[in-house]
């Protein structure tokens, strides 16, 4: 059984910061624990609106509070995003998200991340070879 709190996460390696200045995120999860995903509370800073597409990474994203929207560039179709709003990028569909407040979200990702990623040119995360192991 793995056991973690969210607090001793953020004190120790499993907290990062986007260098962008958009985005921390708190990796409770990640490849090493073996589980086949990785899962991770992010907060989306106020004002925040920037690109990203998966394109080697599934991703599921709760909002657990504030308020945004993301937008799929493939249609352009937006969608609002508040406490208890979810979606999921099953098609590594390049997205733009806003936040209007600050949100914190749930999110897991498939393949799991390593725990040191941040956003390529493309709004990505690179795979490495310890990802694909």
């Not at 393949?111 to 493309?122: Q, R, T």
Request: glycine share 6%; hydrophobic share 35%; aromatic share 10%.
């Amino acid at each position: 059984m793995i056991v973690r709190t969210l607090q001793e996460a953020e004190q120790n390696n499993r907290f990062i910061k986007d260098p962008k200045g958009n985005w921390d995120s708190t990796r409770l999860l990640l490849k090493d624990d073996n589980m086949g995903f990785s899962f991770h509370i992010t907060t989306i800073y106020k004002g925040a609106d920037f690109q990203m597409h998966y394109q080697n990474h599934l991703e599921s994203v709760f909002c657990m509070s504030g308020e945004g929207e993301v937008e799929t560039l493939a249609d352009g179709k937006v969608y609002p995003i508040s406490p208890g709003t979810i979606y999921i990028l099953d098609k590594n569909d390049k997205h733009i998200l806003r936040a209007f407040s600050e949100m914190k979200m749930a999110c897991v990702f498939n393949p799991p991340l390593n725990g040191k990623e941040v956003h390529n040119a493309e709004g990505a995360y690179e795979l490495t070879a310890e990802t694909i192991d």
